[in-house]
C-alpha cells in the first residue's frame, strides 16, 4: 500500500473519529453530569411542603386536638396532643410520598401505651384524613381532623 493511501485512510479514520465519535461521547458525558448545549441543568429533589400541617387540628367525634407548631425539613414535626388535657407525643413525623404528604403520630401516657395516628392531608377539603389505632383495647378507627380556625 502506498504512502498516499495510508495518509488517505488515515485522514477517513480521524474524520469519523472526530465527527461521529466524539459528539457521541461528548454527549453522553453531558447526560450523564448533567450539562447539555453549553447551559447546566440542575437535578434537585423537590422539597416536600410541609407547611400545610403547621396549625390546630380538631377531630370533630371528641374535641381531641393536634397542634403541629412546625415541621422541620426532614419531617420531624414539634406536635402536642389534647384530651383535653396534654397527653405526651412520643413520635411525631411527616413524609412526602408523591404528591402525598403523610403523618404519623405516636402517644405514650396513661392509658395511651403507643397508640398511633396514621394520617394523610387531603388538600382539597384542608383535612387530616386517616385511622387512630388505640393500643390499650387495641381497636383501629377511622378518624379525620379539621383546621381549627
Given amino acids: 500500500m502506498s504512502s498516499r493511501a ?3 485512510r488515515l485522514c477517513l479514520v480521524a474524520a469519523f473519529a472526530l465527527c461521529v465519535l466524539l459528539p457521541v461521547t461528548v454527549w453522553a458525558q453531558g447526560s450523564a453530569t ?5 447551559g447546566s ?4 429533589k423537590a422539597k416536600p411542603d410541609f407547611g400545610k400541617l403547621k396549625g390546630r387540628w380538631l377531630r370533630p367525634d371528641g374535641g381531641y386536638i ?3 407548631k412546625d415541621v422541620d425539613p426532614g419531617g420531624k414535626m414539634d406536635a402536642a396532643y389534647y384530651n383535653p ?3 405526651n407525643v412520643s413520635k411525631a413525623q411527616a413524609m412526602q410520598e408523591g404528591p402525598t404528604l403523610k403523618v404519623h403520630i405516636e402517644l405514650r401516657d396513661a392509658g395511651y401505651p403507643g397508640s398511633t395516628y396514621t394520617l394523610v ?3 382539597k377539603t384542608d383535612r ?3 385511622v387512630y389505632y388505640q393500643a390499650a383495647i387495641g381497636q383501629r378507627f377511622d378518624v379525620y ?5
Fill in 41 to 44: 441543568t440542575t437535578v434537585e
Fill in 85 to 87: 388535657r396534654p397527653i
Fill in 128 to 130: 387530616l384524613d386517616g
Fill in 145 to 149: 381532623f379539621v383546621r381549627s380556625k
Fill in 121 to 123: 392531608y387531603d388538600p
Fill in 34 to 38: 448533567g450539562t447539555e448545549k453549553g
Fill in 6 to 8: 495510508a495518509f488517505f
Fill in 66 to 68: 393536634l397542634s403541629v
